[in-house]
């Protein structure tokens, strides 16, 4: 499979050969490419890459990752005899190796590799870093899907300061990006676009879908049929995620939470009085690891005043659409599905489908809001203050509003809309008037008005000057 993308990230990979400490991390959900950037950066430095990676085997314990830290050594290095009873011997051993070499060593799923090791692991990783990665030509990258783990144990830890250069978190691919994996057909953007409003931009997803055939035929093969790849994927994700998900009932709260937010953002007590539970630490604990582990994001609102945020004011949205798209969708049918019921499935049959395939195209229009749609704005090197979605909680004095997308810089408010339908009316003027009567705007703040769209517009949209700009998300694709 061809490599699309991630220009960013190389580079940031590639300026480690301008320090003597090479050390990078990288962490992402689970199928976002963390393994497939770094062999692509081993084929462009056109260095050997050693992939030590971490096996998912709790019953195993040190011994069984320790046996393949060996086995791993001796295939990618051409040596043989290793066999290791400690991290110390283990790690010895690859210096050793790499002695005098120019390799790029991968230390891939180091959550698996390190977590029953009682801490030598890591220990003896600081002790390889200083003496056979600082001042040699030779380069480290620790990857790793459990993304709380690695940040209380690797980026954040004592243990490792001044010796990681790098920390790059992978994101889901941009649009544009994801277009090129339909390159080569006449594919139309609002085809891509529904394909993507239930994959979003995971390169491993796209990989499954077969470009021959339609949006509606992709979803069913991936997600109606018994056998399809994404039918009982986020089970599965969240379990090799999630370290405390491996418990049925820690599984069964996190899909729980996620339900709460399928159909749109809620507080902590929101989500608590959904789902049944007290608003605790144990609460807070959750949100934070489906937070750090790419499935939710962390929306507060501030004070359009003085751009202070409120932290007393957070929402928490689904980010993924395919984790939305599940436990909307598949989750509830999994029987049918197993039984084939499902098969013939179309998105229009879907229960508050038009409402859903909204908010997917709103978490794909956040993803790719900076710089990809700030360029389109005029914005480019203007510093934007806060943005986000937007939160206005009701008081006495004042009414809620929700604003999909808000952009503050020190002279405007760039009120975001965004809207993906066939054809699009001029009803979404009053939409955003009725948003802007609610918003409490700073006195004298300049309002802009962006709407940003896919479909057809009717021709009193399309010539009306109410909005500052109309932006058209297809552009993106291209």
């Excluded at 790029?104 to 029953?116: G, K, S």
């Excluded at 994996?181 to 993507?196: C, D, H, M, Q, Y």
């Excluded at 979605?389 to 008081?395: I, K, L, M, R, V």
């Excluded at 009053?430 to 004298?444: H, Q, S, Y």
Aim: net charge positive.
């Amino acid at each position: 499979m061809a490599f699309f993308g991630r220009t960013e990230e190389l580079e940031n990979l590639q300026r480690l050969a301008n320090t003597p400490l090479a050390v990078a991390t990288i962490t992402g959900r689970r199928r976002i490419g963390k393994s497939r950037l770094v062999e692509e950066y081993a084929r462009r430095e056109k260095r050997k890459l050693i992939k030590i990676e971490g096996r998912d085997n709790a019953e195993g314990g040190d011994e069984a990752q320790l046996t393949a830290f060996a086995d791993d050594l001796m295939r990618h290095t051409g040596l043989s005899g290793f066999s290791f009873r400690s991290w110390n011997a283990a790690f010895n051993a690859l210096g050793d190796a790499a002695a005098g070499k120019k390799w790029i060593v991968l230390l891939d799923e180091i959550t698996w590799l390190a977590r029953q090791s009682g801490g030598s692991c890591l220990a003896e990783l600081k002790v390889f870093i200083d003496r056979h990665i600082n001042g040699s030509a030779n380069r480290l990258i620790v990857c790793g899907s459990v993304s709380q783990w690695i940040e209380q144990y690797v980026n954040q830890s004592d243990l490792f300061v001044g010796r990681i250069s790098r920390k790059i978190h992978l994101q889901p691919l941009p649009l544009k990006d994801c277009a090129r994996f339909w390159s080569g057909r006449e594919v139309s953007a609002r085809e891509i676009l529904k394909t993507l409003c239930v994959t979003g931009g995971v390169p491993r997803y796209l990989e499954e879908i077969d470009v021959r055939e339609s949006a509606e035929s992709n979803i069913q093969n991936l997600c109606f049929d018994s056998s399809g790849y994404m039918v009982q994927e986020l089970p599965n994700l969240i379990k090799s995620s999630l370290l405390n998900a491996r418990r049925e009932a820690t599984l069964e709260r996190y899909l729980a939470i996620l339900g709460a937010l399928a159909e749109h953002g809620k507080t902590p007590n929101e989500i608590a009085r959904a789902i049944g539970a007290d608003n605790n630490e144990n609460l807070k604990n959750n949100l934070e690891a489906l937070k750090l582990s790419g499935f939710v994001s962390e929306n507060p609102s501030w004070n359009l005043a003085s751009t202070h945020l409120q932290k007393r004011n957070l929402h928490y949205r689904i980010e993924d659409p395919y984790t939305r798209f599940y436990v909307k969708y598949i989750q509830s049918h999994l029987n049918e599905i197993d039984k084939g019921l499902y098969r013939n499935k179309t998105l229009q049959q879907l229960p508050g489908w038009q409402t859903i395939r909204g908010l997917q195209f709103q978490s794909l229009v956040n993803q790719n809001m900076i710089p990809y749609i700030t360029d389109r704005l005029g914005l480019a090197g203007v510093p934007v203050l806060r943005a986000g979605p937007y939160f206005q909680t009701q008081t006495a004095q004042r009414r809620a509003v929700q604003i999909d997308y808000l952009l503050q810089t020190e002279d405007a408010l760039f009120l975001c809309e965004t809207k993906f339908r066939r054809r699009i009316d001029a009803g979404v003027i009053d939409e955003v008037k009725d948003k802007i009567g609610r918003l409490e705007a700073p006195p004298g703040a300049t309002l802009r008005k962006v709407l940003l769209y896919s479909g057809e517009r009717a021709k009193a949209l399309e010539s009306s000057i109410y909005f500052d700009r109309q932006i058209c998300i297809d552009e993106l694709l291209r």
